[in-house]
């Protein structure tokens, strides 16, 4: 069974600055995918960014890029620039790639993230 | 593109009462998943649907099933509900046949049991 422990509760960075979320994860797989998912007050959870297992560059997406040390079993998220948009909770995930894990994804307590003026 | 639409979007019930969760995905998604968040267990992977198929089921009782028709839409049953199934239910649907992990998530379903 996968684990993903976030281990940072609450954060809080000034508008305009960078700020690192860490999440580390438990498995015995070596093809999956890890993500980082946003989830707004009252809104639906979006997916910020995916990383795939087998590759060993970093996704970026626009202000979002990952961290994502394999062997370490790291996966950070950096949001740089941050905006009051940013505000949310956002939760790091595993899914096994393949196989019978349809639909499956194996979620952090995930971190709330308040963006300040 | 209309997202993914949960109904109801909040709904208060009674211990031993049972209750059903509707969600439309996106047009063209054929894939549902269905998630249940609380504050102490966080999200928890309940069963994925595709063409009106399970694929995958979590572990839970069997109090909670669900269904998918022919067009995508999907429900989700608890019955004999307890107090804590108080939650919110997520429901997200995907494009692709296989494993992504790009999940569309609708709102949720705010189920408060008494």
């Known amino acids: 069974a996968q684990t993903v422990t976030q281990s940072q509760p609450e954060m809080s960075v000034q508008e305009a600055e960078t700020v690192t979320l860490s999440c580390t994860y438990d498995t015995s797989e070596n093809n999956y995918y890890l993500f980082w998912y946003k989830q707004p007050p009252s809104r639906q959870m979006i997916l910020v960014i995916r990383q795939e297992a087998y590759k060993q560059q970093n996704a970026t997406e626009n202000r979002f890029s990952v961290n994502f040390q394999k062997a370490a079993k790291s996966f950070s998220l950096k949001i740089s620039d941050s905006q009051l948009g940013d505000t949310a909770m956002y939760f790091c995930a595993f899914m096994k790639r393949g196989g019978t894990s349809y639909g499956k994804l194996t979620f952090g307590q995930g971190t709330i993230l308040t963006v300040h003026p | 593109k209309a997202g993914v639409t949960q109904t109801p979007r909040y709904l208060i019930k009674t211990r031993g009462q049972q209750v059903t969760l509707s969600c439309s995905p996106i047009?063209?998604?054929?894939?549902v998943s269905w998630y249940q968040q609380t504050p102490g267990q966080g999200l928890q992977f309940l069963f994925e649907?595709?063409?009106?198929?399970?694929?995958n089921k979590g572990n839970f009782p069997g109090r909670f099933s669900g269904r998918q028709f022919s067009n995508s839409r999907s429900e989700m049953n608890v019955s004999t509900l307890e107090l804590g199934d108080s939650a919110l239910y997520l429901c997200?649907?995907?494009?692709?046949?296989?494993?992504?992990?790009?999940?569309?998530f609708g709102e949720g379903s705010r189920l408060t049991v008494l």
């Open positions: 997200a649907s995907s494009l692709s046949r296989v494993n992504t992990g790009e999940l569309f």
């Open positions: 047009s063209g998604h054929r894939s």
């Open positions: 649907y595709f063409s009106e198929t399970q694929r």
